[in-house]
């Protein structure tokens, strides 16, 4: 099962590592390189943290004894990002460095006005994360099949580019390839933006009463499960990638003013149709997100209901696998006072129809 | 396993119950109620719909030969409702009626204005639909296990309030009693604005590259999941609960105004803290929404790597069952162009760290 248990094979990561900020991804990519035999050294400004994450197994302190690193990994917060890959630069000339930072372009920008030689630096992004961060979150598994984003320029040494490169692949990542523009500008919308808006949803829950609240279904559940992300960390990565977010949220805002003018006088010539509108373009946007494994498939979805009772869902999983039926998405909704539930399984629209009727012969109730 | 069979008792709903509009809601109340042995009758504007409903088994055609229904329910589309509700009440003067809209207060306003005397009407909504429409959807669970909201006023006569309850409990739903205008708000909050800020945020997508889409990650595929509903149901649900849902929307307008403003300058006095404070709003929001079954007990939450092959998540959860460790809640994630996906499993806080323990021992990765 395990992507990261050392296998006997020398590690693609030659040389040493050292991390700059053992939090939950510094001491995340500690585990999994530490994990393929790779020397990993740490360094954060908290000295607790730099012991937590050794005590974690991410790597050891870094000695005056250690030779100059091969790669050096900053995984500091966003707004001292800039700082630490200058004063790494510095310090270690022929390492390469790079950082993980969720924004890439104004940490690039900020380098690039300072005149430094960013030759050694190629700026990264995995596309990965957890609620709560702390090398106490921190696993070897953190990247496993996610998207990693490495930004090269013309001048970016082949070596330096395929050192980091390595460094993705060993942590089961996927490397893709943007500049600092795409990169930010991709995340403004697919994360950043989200966020936000997922936030400011949330908030209007605050003055509710319990039994308006009471009612709620999967629909706000959604909605609203990112809005309980860390505010200091996204407060930064607002901040520094304002020009995108801002964009998008301005774009959000002329829709949400034309919406709310519609909605005040739904009987004016043109305002349902407009609202219409409105919601048809959000069918068509979502639409556009792929689905499982980068397809853009459509499955159909079956429901079961099912007792809340251990085992249940197993025992219906293991009748779909009997069945010979594979489950492409799986979500579980509960009702609110009630010990049942549903599962909703997608599968292939040419399988539907015998997966219901076969589910159904072997007394599930599907709906 | 099903809550609806015929298990040879007398149904609680005594009488003949005659069902306008034969979609999802109608067809599925139909079913429901045939499958306790409840003789139904159909209706709908469209004969069709009718004859499709009636070969799902939902009921039968009214003919002129049945007696008065002890109860009609009423399940067109929101902007209809009212004359729909009168109409009935001037054809079945004796017969309770009731309807399912997604909105109370505008019909029952209506209604009101005209003069018409409600005491045979009890307005309901059961909170249950599908993301797509029509009897062909029909299910007889559909409401099962959800609340059902009832709206009576002083004047509702007792038996005619319980007709409706039996109904709900018949169909294996929780009555819930709320007057018009707390259902609006309710609903305005917790079903209407998150459907309306999930389509503008889904709208978003529509002129972003492939590239960037391709990043897209849990987050936003959970906000604008429900972006996919149906623009012409929504249109009219969003209208007719108008005051409810731009009161929303402009609280919300504000909020968006003000992070604009602090992202545009967030060097500015005040900018970030104003930031992290909307941020943080959001966390308190989200933290308001009951977990499964009405309660805010928090759970842990195990991440498990699972193979992509049928039969694995099965075998997850089987291993789980043996463990005797009770699966709270589960959520698959996948990754873009990767054949592993993850499995988060919310268990209680006092068994995560055997649950970890075990998993390892039998060879599961849990991160």
Chains 1, 2 share one sequence.
């Not at 020397?39 to 908290?46: G, K, N, Q, R, Y």
């Not at 994450?53 to 900053?74: F, M, N, T």
């Not at 409105?278 to 979502?286: D, K």
Request: glycine share 8%; charged share 20%; hydrophobic share 45%.
């Amino acid at each position: 099962m395990s992507h990261t248990q050392t296998n006997g094979l020398a590690s693609r990561v030659q040389g040493q590592v050292h991390i700059i900020g053992a939090g939950l991804l510094g001491a995340s990519i500690g585990l999994g390189l530490r994990s393929h035999g790779v020397e990993v050294t740490l360094e954060d400004a908290s000295p607790t943290t730099v012991a937590l994450a050794a005590d974690y197994g991410a790597g050891r302190p870094r000695s005056d004894a250690d030779p100059e690193p091969a790669l050096v990994v900053i995984a500091t917060p966003p707004d001292v990002v800039a700082d630490v890959i200058e004063r790494a630069l510095t310090r270690f000339p022929d390492a390469v460095v790079t950082d993980v930072a969720s924004i890439k372009l104004a940490p690039f920008q900020t380098l690039t006005e300072r005149g430094i030689d960013l030759t050694n630096y190629v700026g990264s992004h995995p596309m990965a994360g957890r609620e709560r961060g702390g090398a106490i979150m921190a696993r070897a598994d953190l990247f496993a099949a996610r998207p990693w984003v490495i930004c090269r320029d013309e001048e970016t040494p082949a070596a330096a580019l395929s050192l980091v490169e390595s460094v993705a692949l060993e942590l089961g990542a996927t490397p893709l390839e943007m500049t600092p523009q795409q990169h930010d500008r991709a995340v403004g919308l697919v994360s950043h933006l989200p966020q936000a808006v997922s936030s400011l949803l949330a908030a209007r829950l605050l003055d509710a009463s319990e039994q308006h609240i009471g009612l709620a279904g999967q629909g706000l559940r959604d909605t609203t499960r990112i809005a309980s992300s860390d505010p200091e960390l996204w407060v930064q990565i607002l901040s520094a990638n304002r020009s995108s977010v801002v964009e998008g949220l301005e774009a959000l805002q002329l829709d949400l003013e034309a919406l709310i003018g519609a909605l005040r006088d739904p009987e004016k010539p043109g305002a349902r149709r407009h609202i219409a509108d409105l919601l048809a373009a959000g069918n068509r946007g979502v639409a556009r997100i792929p689905g499982k494994h980068g397809s853009s498939e459509r499955f159909t979805t079956l429901t079961v209901l099912i007792d809340d009772r251990p085992g249940q869902l197993a025992a219906l999983l293991t009748e779909l696998g009997d069945l010979g039926i594979n489950m492409e998405d799986l979500r579980l909704e509960h009702s609110p006072g009630a010990q049942i539930g549903f599962a909703e399984i997608a599968v292939l629209p040419e399988v539907a129809e015998r997966a219901i009727s076969d589910l159904k012969e072997r007394g599930w109730t599907t709906l």
